[in-house]
């Protein structure tokens, strides 16, 4: 883990903003940004996952906002072969959805461990973000860990008006795309961020399977120790994502058999706001709703 310059701005809150490099095992390296409070040490370390094709600096202004009121240290950072961790054209990159939730999640926790050893742990993880601590050798050490539209999606499993949209994207518009240019362009996603053309296969065969990416447990996947995380698991749902309606939200519990799950959906006319979905639950439109995402574990 080395340390770096940071040339951005700042994220508007009373904080220090520290550039960092995360090493992987398998020598891969991800940029990463340190928030801890401007004065005095912090008193929890918290890892916070990205989406897929979100770049790290879209979480600056609430990781930011977390370091400033809970008094924490927060990491943030691109997954490889994306953002400031691309090593070149997205059409050469040979990233996996199980490659950013089972090893760059895992080096950004140990990275968090190696620097605060002292200090409680937890991981807050938007949707793929989610997805990855099941799979960790240090999920033990987590006493919280907060989800935000995270769970084990199928095409059909989406809103009636929805399906359509996403049996297009899985079966026809994706594919084609991703054959005829070797990515996965982001605009149809509606984020911009394009994808590797292996992340996007991967992606596509957990969510056109029932199982989910269980099919892969122990094959292309690690077979996860289930009984590891012990600790606090928060499922975050917004009431109108139409990518992980509610229902799929609540059914991710199953993946914690021996955690203390709660279940929370979040309403935005109960926030003020018209509209939140998928994506847009981090935004500083949403800023009224960061609260719920940040409460914190106990002891």
Do not use: N
């Amino acid at each position: 883990m080395t340390d770096t310059t940071h040339q951005e701005g700042p994220a508007r809150e009373d904080v220090r903003d520290q550039g960092l490099t995360i090493d992987c095992p398998d020598g891969r390296q991800l940029a990463a940004r340190l928030f801890q409070p401007a004065q005095g040490a912090a008193t929890v370390a918290i890892a916070l996952h990205g989406a897929t094709g979100v770049p790290r600096d879209y979480y600056a202004r609430f990781a930011a906002w977390l370091a400033a009121h809970r008094r924490a240290a927060v990491l943030i950072y691109d997954y490889r072969d994306c953002g400031h961790s691309a090593r070149g054209p997205v059409r050469q990159a040979r990233a996996t959805m199980g490659d950013w939730a089972v090893i760059d999640q895992a080096a950004a926790l140990d990275c968090l461990i190696a620097r605060y050893p002292d200090l409680p742990l937890e991981v807050i993880g938007h949707s793929l973000g989610g997805m990855g601590l099941l799979f960790h050798a240090q999920a033990g050490r987590v006493r919280q860990m907060t989800t935000v539209c995270t769970g084990p999606d199928h095409w059909a499993r989406h809103p009636p008006h929805f399906i359509g949209k996403a049996m297009s994207f899985w079966f026809v518009l994706g594919p084609i795309a991703t054959a005829l240019l070797g990515y996965m362009p982001g605009r149809l996603l509606g984020q911009g961020a394009d994808l590797p053309a292996a992340a996007f296969w991967q992606w596509r065969r957990w969510c056109t399977r029932r199982a989910f990416h269980r099919a892969e447990w122990g094959r292309g996947l690690p077979q996860p120790d289930l009984s590891r995380m012990k600790g606090r698991v928060r499922l975050l749902a917004v009431a109108d994502d139409e990518m992980i309606p509610p229902a799929v939200v609540r059914d991710y519990a199953a993946f914690f058999p021996a955690a203390k799950v709660e279940h929370e959906v979040i309403d935005p006319k109960a926030a003020g706001l018209r509209t939140i979905g998928h994506l847009r639950v981090f935004s500083e439109r949403c800023r009224d709703v960061w609260p719920t995402l940040a409460v914190g574990g106990q002891g």
